[in-house]
């Protein structure tokens, strides 16, 4: 970008220390979690007789099959799954629907709508206040408890209204000349034009609904219906709890495999998907965390 | 609600009503969803504060349980926990706001100085992955990081022949660990916003300086960073709104028995009272206060970037 024709000793002492900062920065952020898989691969004789471990001499899947063979941790796996997939559905609608409708300008009451979203932001009545209407609801130990609050936030309202009002209105216009319905133009000019920010709203409440954990603590009692989060938290800070929670299979497990070599599988599950459409996100996040922000 | 209500009415003063709204009924129907979750969800736990006025018992109701007025306020602020909680709060956000929050800012002026486009985006691919993991997922890698028994820190120290540190028990090294697991988690994304700040500036303003004379850092000094002033002026503002707030779910899993004395905050105070122990009006007064305190901050601090803007047009 910038001509730079005469570089001094000085400039190239320094870009070189500015990037060898940054790359051990970077390392910094990767080595915790490269540590982490290599631990949950090794041998459990091995993770017993050797000290440090950065590269397995035996690899072993033995940590693995068991937690997937664990009814308790599959269950978790499973309502993970279910949040992230239905509750993500269910988020893209409730906030794409509400934040296209008041990025309408010609819509009555579209004032009133921002105000009451804005409201929001500035007050939260806290904690208990929202537990009660959950129970009133009757959601208390439902999987509806972990969706249904944490649907959308005004904060994504608003971001989604920014890219919706980038759209220009002339195109919708112009359709609606060509004899487009309401509802046409909002599935053959709307919905394909803003693909890009469903992708990456998705993405973000996909990621938001496979790290529920405060929801789970608050309102699942019941360990069946744990989101993964839940157990894995559970798992790590007490592994008599693992396994199901039964004094037999957890005893059983100690005997099999090290702990550490479990709890690091179970960490190692919970991020892959993350993992998985990380490249995907790469591509959409900057653009989802930069809509509609640039402009107020 | 009512008084921007009449203000939408009065701007189109002769338009029917009945006619547009059937004419957006399908609008409306999109954004009814949406609307159900902000009363339901937003506005209706509003209601529920009166609960912190009185000794709420579920089985009477808010309807017929008694009223205390200000009794479970006066409670709370002659409790010794008060002064703990605001203590922890207040430090830990402090902490957060001279350490955490200028991180991003001066991350994203050295991502700034890379010139090559590949080690760029390398770097930046990977200080973002940290953002997507929750906070047990951080609370599992610091464990594996920093535990006595198993930790990567303490295995090096031992084969250094050291003796090894309880850094996860240690009430004196709680906040710094959390400053650090913060900084860890979204320092990266926090970049974001700068560098597109920085994107916005014209390279003719770096070549005209550099025409001009000015070294590496008096052009960061005075074209990059008056560039980022605005974002970080805002960001600012929004952080000190939120100084009540700690984050529950890194301090909740972080707490353990020999920190509780420095890590009990309002947050995980009102959680353990209201959810767990089922002191539901007590814990709301407390969560009342809270808010108000967060409202007040939010609003005087955005009240001050007002006039600090006004000045800092001359």
């Known amino acids: ?296 | 609600m009512s008084r921007s209500g009449s203000k939408a009415k009065s701007q189109h003063p002769k338009r029917p009503l009945w006619p547009d709204l059937k004419r957006d009924r399908y609008l409306y129907l999109l954004a009814l969803p949406g609307i159900l979750f902000f009363v339901i969800f937003k506005y209706i736990p509003i209601t529920n504060l009166i609960i912190g006025f009185q000794d709420y018992s579920p089985y009477l109701g808010i309807t017929g349980s008694p009223w205390v007025g200000f009794e479970h306020f006066t409670r709370f602020f002659s409790n010794p926990d008060f002064w703990m909680l605001l203590r922890n709060t207040m430090g830990i956000s402090i902490l957060n706001l001279i350490f955490f929050f200028p991180a991003p800012i001066i991350l994203a002026l050295m991502m700034n100085e890379v010139r090559n486009q590949i080690a760029k985006r390398t770097v930046q691919s990977l200080i973002y992955i940290p953002h997507f993991l929750s906070w047990v997922l951080i609370y599992g890698l610091t464990y594996l990081m920093f535990s006595q028994s198993e930790g990567l820190f303490n295995k090096l120290l031992t084969a250094m022949n050291k003796d090894t540190i309880d850094i996860l028990s240690n009430p004196k090294l709680f906040w710094g660990l959390l400053t650090v697991q913060s900084i860890w988690k979204e320092v990266g994304w926090g970049t974001i916003i700068f560098l597109a700040a920085i994107a916005g500036v014209d390279p003719q303003q770096y070549e005209a300086a550099l025409i001009d004379g000015a070294g590496r850092f008096r052009r960061m000094w005075h074209i990059t960073l008056p560039a980022m002033r605005n974002v970080i002026i805002i960001l600012f503002i929004l952080r000190l709104g939120t100084i009540m707030d700690t984050g529950f779910e890194q301090v909740y899993l972080m707490m353990n028995a020999a920190v509780t004395e420095v890590a009990e905050v309002f947050d995980t105070y009102v959680y353990r009272v209201g959810i767990r122990q089922g002191e539901f009006s007590y814990s709301t007064a407390i969560g009342l206060f809270k808010s108000i305190v967060g409202v007040i901050l939010v609003v005087s601090a955005n009240k001050a970037a007002k006039r600090f803007g006004e000045e800092s047009l001359y």
């Open chain 1, 1 to 296: 970008m910038i001509m730079q024709l005469n570089t001094s000793w000085k400039d190239r002492l320094f870009n070189v220390a500015n990037l060898g900062l940054l790359i051990l920065l970077s390392l910094a952020m990767v080595f915790p979690i490269y540590y982490t898989i290599v631990l949950s691969f090794t041998d459990s004789t091995e993770y017993y007789t050797r000290d440090l471990i950065l590269w397995p001499h035996h690899w072993s899947l033995d940590a693995y099959k068991y937690l997937l063979g664990t009814g308790s941790f599959v269950n978790s796996l499973s309502v993970s799954v279910f949040l992230a997939t239905v509750g993500t559905a269910l988020s893209l609608l409730v906030t794409g629907g509400l934040s296209y409708a008041i990025s309408c300008r010609r819509l009555r009451f579209r004032k009133s709508m921002m105000f009451m979203i804005l409201l929001t932001f500035l007050f939260t009545p806290g904690l208990v206040p929202l537990y009660m209407v959950v129970r009133n609801l009757g959601l208390i130990d439902s999987i509806w408890s972990l969706i249904l609050p944490s649907l959308t936030s005004g904060w994504y309202v608003l971001l989604m209204k920014g890219f919706f009002d980038s759209i220009p209105d002339s195109l919708d216009e112009a359709a609606r000349i060509d004899g487009c319905t309401e509802i046409s133009v909002f599935w053959r000019i709307i919905i394909p034009l803003s693909l890009p920010a469903i992708v990456a709203f998705g993405l973000f409440f996909a990621v938001g609904y496979w790290n529920t954990y405060f929801s789970g603590i608050m309102f699942i009692n019941q360990q069946s219906k744990w989101p993964l989060q839940v157990l894995l938290q559970n798992m790590l800070v007490d592994p008599t709890t693992m396994g199901g929670g039964t004094q037999s299979v957890s005893m059983q497990m100690n005997r099999q495999l090290p702990t550490e070599t479990l709890k690091m599988a179970a960490v190692v599950i919970a991020t892959i998907p993350i993992m998985l459409v990380y490249p995907f996100l790469q591509k959409h996040f900057a653009t989802g965390a930069m809509v509609g922000s640039v402009k107020e």
